[in-house]
């Protein structure tokens, strides 16, 4: 949320540029009238320009304002007409509290439609807000609503008596629903959408930022990256890679990694393991303030690609790291135990299962996996006893029966081989083991 210091003369501003239309038809819709730009300097001067523009009070001269004056301390006004022109005159000699009689006056004579009406209480509340009296304030800018809740300003001018009042929540809602009806500053809505972020709202940061990128966006990549922030928590990894991909055509810049390692994620997410290393590697290089999980990332990607080199050396540095930290690293082993079992080097892949498996013990497959490098090293006894695991954990069921009753097999244990493979021929769910099974099974009976 942005500081009252910062948003107190655009307030103030936005206050009396609603006052300008008192002396005006009254249905001219509150988009046209409220023209925070065109408001600059102290609360006279502002009432000034309202005034001149919009009553014919301070083009009478001298002598004739006087006259004016004198007529309306001696004649009570009782028409909707006479409240509007004395409400308009005591705008223009910054006398607020009476104006607020005055159009309280008009409120009460008016006759016309609800929106109109709406407009009439929007004034007033503007009013009160000059007097500092929040109370009344507050009352006559929710009648306003009220009558018409498409009333755009009345949510900015409702959201700084929120924020006034420390209920910050009710205020970014305000902010929000006026930034919904009405362009913003890319700024103010890269704060509005922040906070929503530290409110785990991420939906409606992501509107913020949709908002802000339609209101002059390239000036400001940030709103891409952030918005993809958003989408990424929100589960959408597709439209993140597209936002964060044209966050890097706009700048090169990404001084903390943060953005270069959300693209990688995006990416791995996609199956582009490629992309995603490259990205992993550029945020590691920029700062990225975990490296140890973006390396562990990395590593998954290049035993994606096929490239075990790459996937151990990112893994081993994974692992460095947490440990360093005192954090579990079961996944980076993991990963390491897969490139050396890919490489044939099972000794090594054993290894790092166990390592996976002392720390996390959930680790899927790895009872499967430390059997399949024993079977491959003859060590048959201890092969059965991690497949054994396996089937108990339900991970790689019929591969395991299968390896198993080879394993069986080598030891001469015929029979419970002959068992595991009957399993196996029984699940019928793997198209190429159970063939193999029934292979097996036939030349062990022709034997």
């Not at 409220?34 to 300097?41: I, K, T």
């Not at 890319?186 to 949709?210: F, H, M, R, V, W």
């Not at 990128?213 to 922030?229: C, E, N, T, V």
Request: glycine content about 6%; charged content about 30%.
């Amino acid at each position: 949320m942005k500081e009252k210091r910062k948003t107190g003369s655009r307030i103030i501003a936005l206050i009396l540029a609603v006052l300008l239309v008192l002396n005006t038809v009254v249905s001219m819709r509150a988009n046209v009238l409220f023209s925070v730009g065109d408001y600059n300097g102290t609360k006279a001067e502002h009432a000034a320009e309202v005034t001149a523009d919009q009553t014919d009070y301070l083009s009478r001269g001298r002598l004739g304002r006087a006259l004016t004056v004198l007529r309306t301390m001696l004649h009570k006004p009782e028409t909707y007409e006479e409240y509007e022109e004395y409400a308009s005159i005591a705008i223009a000699r910054e006398k607020y509290d009476e104006a607020a009689e005055y159009l309280n006056g008009c409120i009460d004579t008016f006759e016309g439609k609800d929106e109109d009406l709406a407009v009439l209480y929007l004034r007033l509340g503007s009013l009160y807000i000059l007097q500092e009296n929040q109370k009344e304030a507050l009352a006559s800018i929710n009648k306003a609503i009220q009558k018409d809740d498409g009333l755009s300003t009345a949510y900015l001018l409702r959201a700084d008596l929120y924020q006034t009042a420390g209920e910050e929540a009710k205020a970014a809602d305000d902010l929000y629903t006026y930034y919904g009806m009405e362009p913003g500053e890319p700024e103010d809505l890269i704060t509005l959408a922040s906070y929503y972020e530290g409110t785990q709202n991420y939906q409606k940061a992501q509107d913020c930022y949709t908002w802000g990128i339609d209101a002059g966006g390239d000036s400001y990549p940030d709103l891409y990256a952030k918005r993809a922030r958003c989408e990424i928590l929100a589960g959408d990894t597709k439209t993140a890679a597209e936002d964060l991909e044209q966050y890097f055509r706009l700048t090169d810049a990404d001084p903390d990694g943060q953005y270069a390692a959300m693209l990688g994620a995006a990416r791995m997410e996609a199956g582009n393991y490629a992309g995603a290393l490259e990205m992993f590697d550029r945020a590691i290089e920029d700062g990225y303030a975990n490296p140890e999980i973006l390396y562990a990332q990395a590593a998954s990607c290049a035993y994606a690609e096929k490239e075990y080199d790459a996937a151990v050396e990112n893994g081993l540095k994974a692992i460095e790291g947490y440990e360093k930290t005192g954090q579990s690293s079961a996944e980076s082993c993991y990963w390491v135990g897969m490139s050396y079992l890919a490489e044939k080097q099972y000794r090594k892949a054993a290894k790092y299962f166990k390592k996976a498996e002392k720390q996390d013990a959930s680790v899927k497959d790895i009872s499967y996996y430390r059997g399949i490098c024993a079977m491959a090293q003859e060590e048959n006894e201890k092969a059965v006893g991690f497949f054994t695991e396996s089937i108990e954990k339900e991970e790689s069921v019929t591969a395991s029966f299968y390896d198993r009753a080879i394993c069986y097999l080598r030891l001469n244990r015929i029979e419970e081989g002959v068992a595991d493979l009957e399993q196996v021929k029984g699940r019928n769910d793997d198209k190429d083991l159970t063939k193999q099974a029934e292979e097996l099974l036939q030349a062990i009976e022709q034997a």
